[in-house]
C-alpha cells in the first residue's frame, strides 16, 4: 500500500472513529437515521468476575484485530473495516487498563459495542 493511501485510510479511520458507533441491542437512531451505539451504554461484561472480564476483552480485541488486517476487509466496500479497527484500537486499550489494574468502564463498554458492530456487519 502507497504511503498517500495508507495516510488517507488513517485520516478517514480517525475521522469515523469520532462518530459514536452502532451495535446490537444498545443502539439508537441519530438523526440521520444512522445507527449509533449509546454514549449511556454499559456493557453487561463489566459484571463478569475479573478472570472472565480480562478473557472476554482479549477475545474481542484478538478477533477484531484479525479481521481487521484481512485483505477482504481492507478492500470491501462496507464499513466492516472501520469497525474491526475502532473494536480493535477501543478493545486495546480496555487490554492496556485491565493490565494496571483498572476496569475502565468506558472502554470495556466502547470495546464491546465497537465489536458487536462490527459482527453485525459480517453477516
Known amino acids: 500500500m502507497n504511503k498517500q493511501l495508507a495516510a488517507a485510510l488513517i485520516a478517514v479511520t480517525m475521522g469515523l472513529g469520532a462518530l459514536p458507533a452502532g451495535a446490537a441491542d444498545f443502539v439508537s437512531k441519530g438523526g440521520d437515521g444512522a445507527i449509533q451505539c449509546l454514549r449511556s451504554f454499559t456493557s453487561p461484561m463489566l459484571d463478569l468476575p475479573r478472570e472472565e472480564l480480562v478473557s472476554a476483552v482479549n477475545q474481542k480485541y484478538d478477533h477484531s484485530?484479525?479481521?481487521?488486517?484481512?485483505?477482504?476487509?481492507?478492500?470491501?466496500?462496507?464499513q466492516l473495516f472501520t469497525w474491526a479497527s475502532e473494536a480493535k484500537v477501543s478493545c486495546a486499550k480496555a487490554v492496556g487498563f485491565l493490565r494496571h489494574g483498572e476496569a475502565n468502564e468506558?472502554?470495556?463498554?466502547?470495546?464491546?459495542?465497537?465489536?458487536?458492530?462490527?459482527r453485525m456487519l459480517m453477516r
Open 65 to 78: 484485530l484479525e479481521v481487521s488486517e484481512r485483505q477482504s476487509v481492507i478492500y470491501n466496500q462496507s
Open 106 to 118: 468506558e472502554q470495556i463498554s466502547q470495546c464491546d459495542c465497537y465489536y458487536s458492530r462490527m
